[in-house]
């Protein structure tokens, strides 16, 4: 980001969301909750990751273009 350039909606978001835990949906197909670790302008990771099953997995990286929706939990 420039300098004095103004951060977009969901880099803002994120970022008060980071190390919380999260909901999101991927190609309206799969949700999953977990704790946002990381992003930045292609990718979202979580860690401590439980799907709608109950599967679990340890992370899960998810392309921002696939997301349909996120939501603090």
Same mark, same amino acid.
């Given at each position: 980001? $420039?300098? #004095?350039? /103004?951060?977009?909606?969901?880099? $803002?978001?994120? +970022?008060?969301? /980071?190390? $919380? =835990?999260? &909901? *999101?949906?991927? @190609?309206? +197909?799969? @949700?999953?909750? #977990?704790? *946002? %670790? +990381?992003?930045? +302008?292609?990718?979202?990771?979580? /860690?401590?990751?439980? %799907?709608? &099953? #109950?599967? =679990? &997995? $340890? &992370?899960?990286?998810? /392309?921002?273009?696939?997301?349909?929706?996120?939501? *603090?939990?």
């Amino acid at each position: 980001m $420039r300098m #004095g350039e /103004k951060p977009y909606l969901l880099d $803002r978001t994120l +970022e008060t969301w /980071k190390g $919380r =835990r999260v &909901a *999101l949906a991927v @190609s309206n +197909e799969h @949700s999953f909750t #977990g704790i *946002l %670790d +990381e992003f930045d +302008e292609e990718v979202i990771l979580l /860690k401590d990751v439980v %799907d709608i &099953a #109950g599967n =679990r &997995a $340890r &992370a899960l990286l998810v /392309k921002i273009d696939d997301l349909n929706w996120i939501m *603090l939990l």
